[in-house]
């Protein structure tokens, strides 16, 4: 088993800055890649970014490319997201993922159902 659990989130203004962070434990070894997602009220959970591991190779959401920034520290087993400028419309819970899988086809790290562990989310609220 694989334990995350995300912190960093909170209540910003308009153009803020937050460091998302997600510590796992566990059985990490098994895992290949972390995926960062996030799910407004109402609305299907959002792939954002993943990253491997081993090699740092990053996948990256078209919508958030250039705002948000995922990095590894493989030492402490921990996950970031970097989001910067946020918007309104980035309020919603963030929540980090793990999945043991390895796909050549990278856009299968956007799906949510190909992550075996999820922590419980992190609520980030933008006001205007």
């Known amino acids: 088993q694989v334990q995350l659990v995300e912190s960093g989130g909170g209540l910003v203004q308009a153009g803020d800055s937050l460091r998302l962070s997600c510590a796992a434990s566990?059985?990490?070894?098994?895992?290949?890649?972390m995926g960062w997602f996030r799910q407004a009220a109402g609305k299907e959970r959002e792939f954002l970014q993943a990253i491997r591991w081993s090699s740092g190779t990053t996948y990256y959401a078209d919508s958030v490319k250039d705002r948000f920034t995922i990095s590894r520290d493989n030492d402490k087993n921990t996950v970031y997201l970097e989001m910067n400028s946020l918007k309104p419309e980035d309020t919603a819970v963030y929540y980090c993922?793990?999945?043991?899988?390895?796909?050549?086809?990278?856009?299968?790290?956007?799906?949510?159902?190909?992550?075996?562990?999820w922590g419980q989310g992190t609520q980030v609220t933008v006001s205007s």
């Open positions: 566990g059985r990490t070894v098994s895992t290949s890649t």
């Open positions: 993922a793990a999945t043991s899988k390895i796909y050549s086809w990278s856009s299968s790290y956007k799906i949510p159902r190909v992550y075996d562990y």
